[in-house]
């Protein structure tokens, strides 16, 4: 399988756990349940381009620690991400300050959201044949 196929699927599942904390989260802040979800839905194209240019970038990368890599791929995600919601969220509620808050609240739900996500893909061998290969090798 194509290692690009499981960036796809890892962009798809982060995306959706993504969008529904950005909607949550954009509710809460601006107390217009519409707002979140207009600021979701623009997020479900901006993101899904942004992260998987995110991951062609990490996948050249080569950090052998996993918590290491993990990590410093919260971090930098996180920045290219908050960036992101802020400047849409200013765009759709015509306030700077809401996109502030709104970027400034997911930097902290979206770094230990991502970062579990990271960790269960890791776990998984989708779109690594190689790494399955190796590891039926050793069972044996």
């Known amino acids: 399988m194509n290692i690009k196929k499981r960036h796809f699927f890892k962009a798809i599942t982060w995306r959706i756990i993504g969008t529904i904390d950005t909607i949550l989260l954009s509710w809460l802040i601006s107390g217009d349940p519409f707002i ?69 609240a997911e930097v902290i739900s979206k770094m230990l959201l991502y970062y579990l996500h990271e960790r269960a893909w890791y776990k998984i061998d989708f779109g690594l044949e190689k790494r399955k290969r190796l590891t039926e090798w050793k069972k044996t």
Do not use: C
């Open 36 to 104: 979140g979800l207009k600021i979701g839905a623009f997020e479900v194209v901006t993101k899904m381009l942004l992260y998987y240019l995110h991951e062609q970038v990490w996948f050249k990368i080569n950090i052998t620690s996993s918590k290491k890599r993990h990590l410093i791929k919260t971090i930098t995600w996180r920045l290219v991400g908050t960036l992101d919601t802020m400047i849409l969220a200013w765009v759709i509620t015509g306030n700077p300050l809401t996109g502030l808050s709104i970027g400034a």
